[in-house]
């Protein structure tokens, strides 16, 4: 508990300095630390981000073979499970990216410190930009924060097409009402990392269709 309370601590320490004693604002004092966070990150993200989209490519290439086992051994499951996981050793899989799992427990704490440092808007009673005051909702920047997070779902090339529409707009909705619930600067926060992410997705898709044009990555 020290310990998160020293987190959330050198958050709101590191706002105060960048918006006062830099000067920066309170509304580009959030954008520019929610980008330092992020960037802090990416090392982690990008791994993340990587190895997933790479595993769903290469499920998507199994999906007939795994139609078929499942077509062939309905009737067994046991052998089922056994010739999908020797389908899996085969292309580099596991049933679980452990890896994956732990970078993203590892990042939560600190998505979450910035979350809890700017919930109740305490001390950032500012104006921003049309904002009148960061502390209370604004109906055009929750709007803004759920564009956003259509933006950085859309952004998002492994998402099932049949589902595509609902996983894109169902948080979309869900953002903007959570959005007008809670200080603006909350939604300036939200904003900012979904188009962090949205960015940082576009990149992995380009970098990893380059490697594969290249030879250097098969799917």
Not at 39 to 63: D, E, H, N
Not at 192 to 199: E, I, K, L
Request: positive net charge.
């Amino acid at each position: 508990m020290d310990l998160w309370m020293l987190w959330l601590d050198t958050l709101r320490n590191a706002l105060d300095f960048l918006s006062t004693d830099l000067g920066l604002g309170t509304g580009v004092a959030v954008i520019g630390l929610t980008l330092l966070i992020r960037t802090a990150l990416l090392p982690i993200t990008w791994s993340i981000g990587y190895r997933a989209s790479v595993r769903q490519r290469k499920l998507t290439q199994l999906r007939p073979d795994l139609e078929r086992i499942k077509s062939v051994y309905k009737q067994s499951p046991e052998l089922q499970m056994q010739h999908t996981l020797a389908l899996y050793r085969e292309r580099g899989l596991s049933f679980v990216d452990g890896r994956s799992l732990i970078g993203a427990i590892v990042q939560m704490p600190l998505l979450l410190g910035m979350f809890q440092a700017l919930r109740d808007g305490a001390g950032l009673a500012a104006r921003f930009l049309w904002v009148g005051n960061l502390a209370r909702p604004d109906v055009l920047l929750a709007v803004i924060a759920g564009l956003t997070t259509a933006l950085m779902m859309s952004a998002n090339p492994d998402l099932p097409e049949h589902m595509r529409t609902v996983l894109v707009v169902v948080p979309a909705v869900i953002a903007t009402i959570a959005a007008f619930q809670f200080a603006s600067v909350l939604a300036l926060y939200w904003a900012t990392t979904n188009c962090f992410s949205a960015a940082q997705t576009t990149g992995l898709r380009f970098v990893i269709a380059r490697r594969i044009r290249m030879g250097t990555l098969r799917i």
